[in-house]
C-alpha cells in the first residue's frame, strides 16, 4: 500500500536527521495517514479512504465530502476520489432534471 493521501496525493519525503553533533542522515518524513469512512449525502452511503489528517480537516473546511470533492481537480485526486466525483456530478445532475 502507497503511502499517499487520496485527495490532496501528499506522499513521503526526504530530509535530513540532524544530530547533537550535526551529523546529517537520511531519512523520510511520512504523511500523517488515517483511514476514514466519509459520508456521502448525494450517494448516499459511506466511502473509505486512506487519507492525512490535513485533508479530513480540509473536507470540513470545504462544508463536506461532497462539496470537497466537487471543488477539487482532477489533477490533484486519486483514481478512486476521480471516479467518486464523477458519480457525484453525474447523480446530481439527474437529481437536477428530475426536479426540473
Known amino acids: 500500500m ?3 493521501c487520496e ?17 546529517k542522515t537520511k531519512r523520510r518524513f511520512l504523511p500523517n495517514l488515517v ?3 466519509f459520508l456521502s449525502d448525494v450517494l ?5 479512504l486512506r487519507v ?3 485533508a479530513v480537516k480540509s473536507v470540513d473546511h470545504r462544508g463536506g465530502f461532497d462539496a470537497y470533492l466537487i471543488k477539487a481537480r ?3 485526486l486519486s ?7 464523477r458519480a457525484i456530478e453525474k447523480k446530481k445532475a ?6 426540473a
Open 2 to 4: 502507497s503511502r499517499r
Open 7 to 23: 485527495l490532496t496525493l501528499k506522499g513521503p519525503q526526504v530530509g535530513h536527521k540532524v544530530s547533537h553533533s550535526n551529523i
Open 35 to 37: 483511514n476514514v469512512t
Open 44 to 48: 448516499g452511503r459511506g466511502v473509505r
Open 52 to 54: 492525512s489528517a490535513n
Open 74 to 76: 482532477e489533477s490533484e
Open 79 to 85: 483514481q478512486k476520489a476521480v471516479l467518486l466525483k
Open 94 to 99: 439527474e437529481t437536477a432534471t428530475v426536479a
